[in-house]
Each structure stands twice: as structure tokens, then as C-alpha cells.
């Protein structure tokens, strides 16, 4: 059965408002912004303020925050570790813009919701990259090595007593921690960017989902029960526009999260230390993460699990967990003193991975006037506000570093069409998971598997 995720049915159990009424009738826009996540609402408000004339309206098929902005797991982690891939693709100095930008947004989010008074449960306590087996020792070596010598690295190496204290788990060793990271409440975040969207001025309308989009001397994009004619259209669906635009159909590939969240369980999570909030974060392909919550709760999510075909949103990206059994017996083998604490909700969300691992921008081709961003590949809670940045200074048509970036060329790389890609896909994980498993019980893994698992690098994988 379908489900709210758990971030955004607790921030809507606070939120007195009730939901937004669809649109109806035609309406006339200078922007129109297609998706009220994080994308759409930190463009929409970065546009308003600096053009308050502006009138700008936000359709949303469901609530605010209902797709991968409510869903996710709220650590608020930056591109610093990809800094290899990032010079790989777009050179030096723009490699270190980005890395910079990342750091920086973790600090402009939570000025922002301080100046707003958005309680997001924001934690600034770092995020801690760890080896949970032997076999993942040194994985972050040459990043940060290169990291160091251009002067750029805020990442600080741990010994094993130090790592394990802040990871909460003995299985944890040979850590880098850096400050510019934390956690946060995804669906309270979203729902104060609404908030603050609309008291500057936006008109959001809830359950109106676009049914078509057309473009003339203007673009008029229709829902089921009205139509805006504006200005300019900017497409923030992040999962969904694969399947809604097929020309986007190779750019990316659907993975999904699969999240649990146990019940409140404060004493232990101070005990283990990671009251503080910091955002932890394994070092195999497809990562274990985990962080708390204010209130002790812990959260806990691995990525990878299901793959769809033909980028389908299919319903058990909106459902509890396939995995939630799988789940909970990481979590005992991470935390034993967690191992029998009672579980409040498992979720799933879809990924939409990259075959580069970032996010691209552009106008949607064929067109003059609409324009796109999206392939946040798992790490967009930051890297939405960049985008944010991105489509509101390409709407406003400024010359800046964001509208020269190579971010805003489209797609830089492919998937193969399907069913090769999906076939392919499966493969590889299935690879994946067989060498990890291996690496956990310290065996060496098949040399078939560890090629087939490389192939990983050339589909976003981290550095």
C-alpha cells in the first residue's frame, strides 16, 4: 500500500495548514516551475527574491515534498569527495568551485532556516566516511591526497578509537571526518521553503499535475483541471522526468534507498555518541548510512536495492520497504545495543543516478523557453539548494559561474538503451553484492565479480 514516508508525515503532522488547493482556471505567469521539492521551491524562492515582480507559480502533483525531497535520508553531505571525478569532467578550477559551493551551501541552508525560522532539526556535526571492512581501507587516499595539495581538503583523518566513537560502532575504522556537513529533517525542510515561497509571494498549487506542456511564442503547461501560460517553465520532476520526457530516457537510471527509522531510543544513541547529528556514511559501492534524530531516533538506509526498468516509477518506490528485514539485521550488526529496539516505519525512494553521479541543467531540447535540472544521484539535500542557484540565474539571464558551468550542458555521458541497460544494471549489482558480501566475511571475491563491480566507476560511483 501506498505511504507517506516518515520525514513528511511528521512534518505534516505539524503543519496546521491544510493542503493547497489544485489549480483551476487559466492563469498567466512570468515562470512556471513544475515540482515543489527542493529544486523547485529553492528556485522559486531564489527568483522571487530577486525579482519580486515576478509572478511565479509552482504546480506539485501531490503535497510539497512528497517525492525524493520528503524521502530521503536528510544528510546533508557535499561533492568534496568526488573532487576527482569532478576535475575529470569539468576541470581544475571548476572542480574546486564546486567543491567550495557544496561547503559552503551546508552553511547558507542553515543561515537561511535561522533567518526564516524553519526548524528543520538542522545539526551541523559533520559527516564522519569510514571502512565498515577491511577491504574499503584507503578508499579516499587519492581524493583527499589531491584534496591536500591544492590546499582544499577539510577532511581529517581519525585512528580507530576516534572513528569508532563517532561512527556509535565497533565495526568501523580508518575514518575522515570533516565540519562542513551535517543532518536535517528533509520533509520539515520542504514545507518551510513552502512556507517562505509563499508568504514572498509564489502561488503553489498541490495535486495539479502536469498532463502536457507545449510552447509557442509562450509555453502553456496544462493540469487536469486549468493551465498557466507563462513566461518561462523550468521542469524540476528529478525522477519522474525520464519517464515523462524519453529523450532523457539513457540519462539516467532509477535505483532506490530503502530506509528504517527505529523508535525513540535517546539514552542509547547518546551512549553511542551520535547525538550530535553527524551524517555517517560507509565506504562500499552501495553505501550504509546512517544518522540521528533530536529526539534518539536512528535512521539508517542502504542504497542499491531495486532498479527499475525502463526508469518506471514503479509502487514500491512508494511503499515500506522490501528490505526492511535486511535492514534491521544491519543495524544489529552495526549497533547490537539497537539490535531489538522497535522500528517506527521502513520507506523507499527513487534515486534518479547519473551516469556521471551529477546533476545536469539545461534547456529541454526542442525548446526555447523550458528549462530542467536533475541526476542528483543520492546526495541532492545540498546540491539542490546549488541548483537552486543554477535555474534561478539562468531564468534571470545572468552571466555568472553558475550559467558558464559544464553543469548546464545537458548530460555529459549515457546509459545504454534498454533492455541493456536495465540487464546490464542487474549484473552489476548483482557483482556488487557478491563482493561486498565477500569483503564483510574477509574472503577474496571472484575476479569475474571485482571486474563487473568496476564497472560501477563508469555509472556514478564515488571517488
Known amino acids: 500500500m501506498s505511504q507517506k514516508p516518515y520525514w513528511l508525515a511528521a512534518a505534516l503532522a505539524v503543519d496546521a495548514n491544510p493542503p493547497l488547493p489544485p489549480l483551476h482556471g487559466k492563469l498567466a505567469a512570468d515562470i512556471c516551475i513544475i515540482g515543489g521539492g527542493f529544486t523547485g521551491l529553492w528556485t522559486a524562492?531564489?527568483?522571487?527574491?530577486?525579482?519580486?515582480?515576478?509572478?511565479?507559480?509552482?504546480?506539485?502533483?501531490?503535497?510539497?515534498?512528497?517525492?525524493?525531497?520528503?524521502?530521503?535520508?536528510?544528510?546533508?553531505?557535499?561533492?568534496?569527495?568526488?573532487?576527482?571525478?569532478?576535475?575529470?569532467?569539468?576541470?581544475?578550477?571548476?572542480?574546486?568551485?564546486?567543491?567550495?559551493?557544496?561547503?559552503?551551501a551546508v552553511f547558507d541552508i542553515a543561515g537561511f532556516c535561522q533567518q526564516h525560522g524553519i526548524d528543520a532539526e538542522i545539526r551541523l556535526g559533520g559527516a564522519l566516511y569510514a571502512a565498515s571492512n577491511p577491504a574499503q581501507r584507503g578508499t579516499l587516499s587519492s581524493v583527499l591526497s589531491a584534496l591536500d595539495k591544492v590546499g582544499r581538503n577539510r577532511w581529517q583523518p581519525l585512528d580507530t578509537a576516534a572513528t569508532q566513537a563517532l561512527a556509535g560502532s565497533?565495526?568501523?575504522?580508518?575514518?575522515?571526518?570533516?565540519?562542513?556537513?551535517?543532518?536535517?529533517?528533509?520533509?520539515?525542510?520542504v514545507r518551510g521553503l513552502l512556507r517562505v515561497a509563499r508568504t514572498l509571494g509564489v502561488e503553489v498549487y498541490e495535486h495539479s499535475a502536469m498532463t502536457r506542456l507545449q510552447e509557442d511564442r509562450q509555453v502553456f503547461v496544462h493540469t487536469a483541471t486549468g493551465q498557466v501560460q507563462a513566461d518561462q517553465v523550468v521542469l524540476a520532476l528529478n525522477a519522474d522526468m525520464a519517464r515523462q520526457f524519453p529523450v532523457f530516457a539513457n540519462s539516467v537510471l532509477l535505483v532506490s534507498s530503502d530506509m528504517i527509522i527505529t523508535e525513540p531510543q535517546p539514552d542509547i544513541v547518546e551512549q553511542l555518541g551520535l547525538a550530535r547529528g553527524q551524517a555517517v556514511c560507509d565506504l562500499r559501492t552501495f553505501v550504509?548510512?546512517?544518522?540521528s534524530t533530536p529526539d534518539g531516533r536512528l535512521m539508517l538506509g542502504k542504497g542499491g536495492n531495486r532498479i527499475a526498468f525502463g526508469n518506471q516509477m514503479?509502487?514500491?518506490?512508494?511503499?515500506?520497504?522490501?528490505?526492511?528485514?535486511?535492514?534491521?539485521?544491519?543495524?544489529?550488526?552495526?549497533?547490537?545495543?539497537?539490535?531489538?529496539a522497535?522500528?517506527?516505519?521502513?520507506?523507499?525512494?527513487?534515486?534518479?543516478?547519473?551516469?556521471?553521479?551529477?546533476?545536469?541543467?539545461?534547456?529541454?531540447?526542442?525548446?526555447?523557453?523550458?528549462?530542467?535540472?536533475?541526476?542528483?544521484?543520492?546526495?541532492?539535500?545540498?546540491?539542490?539548494?546549488?541548483?537552486?542557484?543554477?535555474?534561478?540565474?539562468?531564468?534571470?539571464?545572468?552571466?555568472?559561474?553558475?550559467?558558464?558551468?559544464?553543469?548546464?550542458?545537458?548530460?555529459?555521458?549515457?546509459?545504454?538503451?534498454?533492455?541493456?541497460?536495465?540487464?546490464?544494471?542487474?549484473?552489476?549489482?548483482?557483482?556488487?553484492?557478491?563482493?561486498?558480501?565477500?569483503?564483510?566475511?574477509?574472503?577474496?571475491?571472484?575476479k569475474l565479480d571485482q571486474k563487473l563491480a568496476a564497472l560501477a566507476s563508469m555509472a556514478g560511483k564515488a571517488d
Open 45 to 104: 524562492i531564489m527568483c522571487k527574491q530577486a525579482r519580486p515582480d515576478w509572478h511565479i507559480v509552482v504546480l506539485e502533483k501531490a503535497r510539497c515534498g512528497s517525492g525524493a525531497s520528503g524521502r530521503n535520508g536528510g544528510c546533508m553531505l557535499t561533492w568534496s569527495t568526488k573532487y576527482l571525478s569532478l576535475r575529470r569532467l569539468y576541470g581544475e578550477a571548476e572542480a574546486l568551485r564546486l567543491v567550495s559551493a557544496s561547503e559552503q
Open 288 to 291: 550504509h548510512y546512517w544518522r
Open 170 to 189: 565497533a565495526l568501523m575504522h580508518d575514518g575522515a571526518y570533516s565540519e562542513a556537513a551535517g543532518s536535517l529533517q528533509p520533509g520539515k525542510l
Open 314 to 340: 514503479h509502487a514500491y518506490f512508494d511503499r515500506p520497504s522490501a528490505y526492511c528485514g535486511q535492514l534491521q539485521q544491519v543495524l544489529g550488526r552495526f549497533f547490537p545495543a539497537l539490535s531489538a
Open 342 to 446: 522497535p522500528i517506527t516505519q521502513s520507506w523507499t525512494g527513487a534515486s534518479d543516478r547519473s551516469a556521471t553521479g551529477f546533476p545536469f541543467f539545461g534547456k529541454l531540447p526542442g525548446h526555447q523557453r523550458v528549462l530542467y535540472g536533475f541526476g542528483y544521484s543520492g546526495n541532492g539535500v545540498v546540491q539542490c539548494h546549488l541548483g537552486g542557484k543554477i535555474l534561478s540565474s539562468l531564468l534571470l539571464e545572468q552571466d555568472n559561474p553558475w550559467t558558464r558551468s559544464r553543469l548546464v550542458q545537458g548530460p555529459l555521458a549515457q546509459f545504454p538503451p534498454e533492455p541493456l541497460r536495465w540487464g546490464g544494471a542487474m549484473l552489476v549489482r548483482g557483482a556488487i553484492r557478491r563482493v561486498e558480501n565477500a569483503q564483510d566475511h574477509q574472503r577474496t571475491p571472484y
